[in-house]
């Protein structure tokens, strides 16, 4: 298994797709060209189009033992510059890192000030008014706990809509950049952009508390709020449980 660090501002989402960039297409096309053969790779998280990684993790075959310090050196050599293996595990037979992950944690990025960045621009959503916080952390301690997510997801999935976030945290990672942190056992399509939306919407005054607390578990047939643009949007981590790993693994 590997830990992927990318900029998704060039590609579409991570999920192969037939004529366009995608993380998992540059992944399989460096490993073939590493290993001679055709890899499948399986990663933790769909991230979409636009959205970035800090530790998204993908695991795959390899036709031969390989260091993880060559292997790493060898891999990000053959790969754009907007993606990087930042580590490299073995794990046991038939490891799946997307239904085997005990928790994902997401991270959203907020300018809160009245100028755009220059620098920034590709990694938060701008927003330039006031938010109150004490509500937006409010609305945070609601979605604690197991709970029917329907409100906020973007499309109807045939898998169970109830998920338990073990964390949900809006914090000042500089001035004026604020970090939204959600943790979960998974998550639903667009959750996390639509989460971020309705908190938003809190912070305005545009939602009331006793609003957002009725989405959280009311199994809504549509979004509570439009989804942040994917941009802001950072899969921060994926922990698996031990017994996942290899024996060789540290």
């Keep these: 298994m590997v830990t992927l660090e990318y900029k998704g501002t060039a590609f579409h989402g991570f999920q192969r797709q037939p004529g366009l960039p995608t993380i998992q297409?540059?992944?399989?096309?460096?490993?073939?060209?590493?290993?001679?053969?055709?890899?499948?790779?399986?990663?933790?998280?769909?991230?979409?189009?636009?959205?970035?990684?800090?530790?998204?993790?993908?695991?795959?075959?390899l036709p031969f033992a390989v260091d993880a310090t060559r292997g790493i050196t060898s891999i990000n050599a053959l790969l754009p510059s907007s993606i990087t293996v930042t580590a490299m595990r073995p794990v046991r037979d038939a490891f799946d890192p997307r239904r085997e992950a005990s928790w994902r944690e997401y991270r959203y990025f907020i300018l809160n000030r009245s100028e755009p960045s220059a620098i920034l621009d590709e990694f938060t959503y701008h927003f330039?008014?006031?938010?109150?916080?004490?509500?937006?952390?409010?609305?945070?301690?609601?979605?604690?706990?197991?709970?029917d997510f329907s409100a906020f997801r973007s499309k109807s999935q045939d898998e169970s809509t109830v998920r338990t976030v073990l964390a949900c945290e809006v914090k000042e990672a500089f001035p004026d950049l604020l970090s939204l942190t959600i943790r979960a056992d998974a998550f639903l399509y667009r959750m996390v952009r639509i989460l971020a939306g309705a908190l938003v919407a809190v912070g305005t005054g545009k939602m009331g508390i006793d609003e957002f607390g009725c989405c959280v578990g009311n199994g809504a047939a549509k979004p509570c709020a439009d989804p942040l643009p994917s941009r802001g949007l950072f899969l921060w981590r994926v922990s698996y449980p031990p017994e996942a790993f290899g024996p060789d693994s540290t």
């Design 25 to 61: 297409g540059s992944l399989e096309s460096a490993l073939v060209s590493f290993t001679g053969q055709e890899i499948r790779v399986q990663g933790a998280g769909r991230t979409d189009t636009g959205a970035h990684a800090f530790g998204q993790a993908a695991a795959f075959d």
């Design 128 to 147: 330039p008014y006031d938010l109150d916080r004490a509500a937006v952390d409010t609305a945070c301690s609601a979605v604690l706990g197991q709970h």
